[in-house]
């Protein structure tokens, strides 16, 4: 059974950084893509960043390219998300999931398996 656990979020000012960690375990790794997605009160779950299963392929969403980090270490089956420049706008649940592929995708619907989330509240 895949479990996905979050860590390191919570609460920032603006212009500040946080580093998320997501620790996966129950199936080879390296195998499956990665992605973060986040979701704020009363708003539709939104795409972050995603990463391929080797780390080659790394995909954000415009709102937050040039300021976060996606990154994994496959030795120690964990995914990262560095994000910098915190803007209040960031403020939200963020979980991370994972695929059934190698390959990137940006829609919620083709990852498996969902973290319990970790929140993230950046005040200006």
């Known amino acids: 059974q895949v479990q996905l656990v979050e860590s390191g979020g919570g609460l920032v000012q603006a212009g500040d950084s946080l580093r998320l960690s997501c620790a996966a375990s129950?199936?080879?790794?390296?195998?499956?893509?990665m992605g973060w997605f986040r979701q704020a009160p009363g708003k539709e779950r939104q795409f972050v960043a995603a990463?391929?299963?080797?780390?080659?392929?790394?995909y954000y969403a415009d709102s937050v390219k040039g300021r976060f980090t996606i990154s994994r270490d496959n030795a120690k089956n964990t995914v990262f998300l560095q994000m910098n420049s915190l803007k209040p706008e960031d403020t939200a649940v963020y979980y991370c999931?994972?695929?059934?592929?190698?390959?990137?995708?940006?829609?919620?619907?083709?990852?498996?398996?969902w973290g319990q989330g970790t929140q993230v509240t950046v005040s200006s």
């Open positions: 999931a994972q695929r059934g592929g190698a390959n990137v995708h940006t829609d919620s619907r083709q990852y498996d398996y």
């Open positions: 129950g199936r080879s790794f390296s195998t499956y893509a």
């Open positions: 990463i391929s299963g080797g780390g080659g392929n790394i």
